[in-house]
């Protein structure tokens, strides 16, 4: 009888979590704060509909992040006026982030999903679903 599955993680990869870990607290202190400028720099933009970010205080759980955490942690969603089209054009202005599907990565990550995991979605659902939301992670 098996009793056991799954991926065991190496002694170099348990080394480099392990290294990873002793100054992660300073890196996501920066990406907080970094992300907490960029929400406020797009909240003020004029192409800009939405920004959410829980940092911001119109955001409507900021107060309750407040309470249960000591940050507000590195992802900024936004949506930018008008079309899809308008989206890409804006992401084309961008020059630190890279495009990725997935925003688990250490560099600063673009991500559309409407460009991206939703692309397979037939676009009169997407329609339905709404605008064009981007994240970035840092």
């Known amino acids: 009888m098996h009793i056991g599955c799954g ?3 190496g002694p170099f990869e348990c080394y480099l979590a392990t290294r990873g870990l002793k100054t992660l607290a300073l890196r996501m202190e920066r ?3 970094n992300a907490q400028g960029f929400a406020e720099i797009l909240k003020s933009h004029p192409k800009i509909d939405n ?3 829980p940092g911001l205080k119109s955001h409507p759980g900021h ?15 936004f949506e930018v006026k008008g079309s899809y089209k308008n989206a890409l054009k804006f992401c084309s202005y961008l020059k630190v982030p890279t495009f990725a599907v997935s925003l688990g990565g250490v ?8 460009h991206l995991t939703h692309k397979c979605v037939p676009e009169a659902q997407r329609k339905v679903l709404g605008k ?6 840092n």
Request: net charge positive; charged share 10%.
């Open 7 to 9: 991926a065991c993680a």
């Open 107 to 114: 560099e600063t990550l673009l991500s559309i999903p409407r």
């Open 132 to 137: 064009s939301t981007l994240f970035l992670s």
């Open 63 to 77: 107060k309750l992040q407040k309470q249960q955490s000591s940050g507000f942690g590195a992802l900024v969603a």
């Open 51 to 53: 920004v959410y970010y």
């Open 31 to 33: 990406c907080a704060s």
